[in-house]
């Protein structure tokens, strides 16, 4: 080969690399300039009922484990001499008849935040991470989705989370704030707004500084006094009516109480609200002829893979799932009429079904002695420190809350066994013994903080070690850069086929409702 030839192909080589990855050189990621995958023109009918899904940190990798772990419940599994492989049982809207992927990077990152994506999907354009519909200089505002459809189309206009109402990813559909941390001026946003719908858990902006520093009113009342009927117990969110401008929020006694958001749910009791019951009520209120766009997020998928709880992250997925589920019993009655699209804003965790220690075998089945997630058993660790509560105490609480058994316990320890080796107990031993010591003075070397990250040692190490004995391990304590699935069903759905941007997520809305 002569070096002319040579010369051609590597340039062509390194354009391909460049328009594969999506990015421009440039100082800071911009979206490819090259027409998407799968076309953004629509010349049929615009859909009078809009459900927009966003599984916040979901990716394929927690879809595909959920699928697997909703197997293994089902089924149990295949022999463990053939891999233990479970029987998947699909989730709600693994049976949409089209199936995307979408580009998650923001205008500098390629591990971006809730913020500048949910931006992209909400504006269809790139910001910064922690920006919420503003431009990089935050100087300028961008309209969303939701405000031009309520402005040009009088659509009714619902957001749902399973988190705070004024956390990101909800904030990216009523708000412009140049920081995700500004909660009292979305919190007054999302007054100003006049959307139709609001649920989810309690308002951040009653802890800001405006309002305990500089006693200004409440969030919940100033939307009082522009109308709204805000509720927080579970017989009044229960009795909202069609066309009722309402803000219903977590009751107190359901709500996680470290964070103000709905619970995991694998610590939700079963009579208490769960996403798939506020999206059950969103509908309710908002069904009306002229039509309306629902944004519901599955926000505890996020908080879960940052702490690398799987048994959380998955039963999170699958109550995400559940509410998707409301929405096609919505379509199934009005098929002509509905759009359903579910996606993810990002990847968290860097989760992945496989581990080193399990080789080519997977033993989901573990999963289902976690009986709490981590926050949770944060709480029992905080009285283990004041109690001064032994080790072999403590670890009698492990074996009932994670199946963990201690080493030299009857059983196997490898092949699936629930028995700790020598080494896990030596590892648990090590981060219950600085778990005992208060947050303010412990020091945390290189390896400590790559083994536990921001979280309780104690707890972060007992789920890292039923997530490896089940063939689940996750690589960091962030968000990553994967791209995210799509999932459509209804009018306008072949839009959503292809490789493409989350910017082109919004491109796409557009045309088919027809908005300027």
Known sequence: MNKTVKRILGSMLALAIVLGTGYTVNSQIKPQEVKAASSSSWNGKTPKYIFMFIGDGMSFPQIQAAQYYKGVQAHGAI??????YPNPEK???MNFPVAGTVTTYDSTSVCPDSASTATSLSTGKKTLSSVINMDETKTKTYETITEKLKKQLGYKIGIVSSVNIDHATPGAYYAHVPSRGDYYNMGLQLVDSNFDFFA?????????????EQGKTKVGELAKAKGYKVVNTKADIEALKNGEKAIAVCPDDEV?????????SIDRTGDELSLADYTKKAIDVLNNDKGFFMMVEGGKIDWAGHANDAGSNINDTQAFSDSVQQAINFYNAHPDETLILVTGDHETGGLTIGFAGTNYDTYLQNLSNQKESYTSFDRKIAEYREKKTSFDDAMKDVEKSFGLKRAGSSGESTKGGMVLTQAEEARIK?????????????????NENVLYGTYEPFSVTLTHILNNKSGISFSSY????????????GVGQDLFSGYYDNTNVFDKLKSITKIQ
Do not use: W
């Not at 022999?79 to 233990?84: L, R």
């Not at 989810?200 to 305990?212: P, R, T």
């Open 79 to 84: 022999d463990v001499k053939k891999g233990n």
């Open 91 to 93: 989730l709600s809207f």
């Open 200 to 212: 989810g858990g309690k308002f951040l902006s009653d802890d800001s500084k405006e309002v305990k």
């Open 256 to 264: 996680e109480k470290e964070s103000g958001a709905l619970k995991y």
């Open 430 to 446: 090590a981060a219950y013994d600085k778990s005992m010591l208060p947050k303010e003075s412990r020091k945390l070397d290189e």
């Open 478 to 489: 962030s968000h990553t850069g994967l791209p995210v699935a799509m999932m459509a069903k």
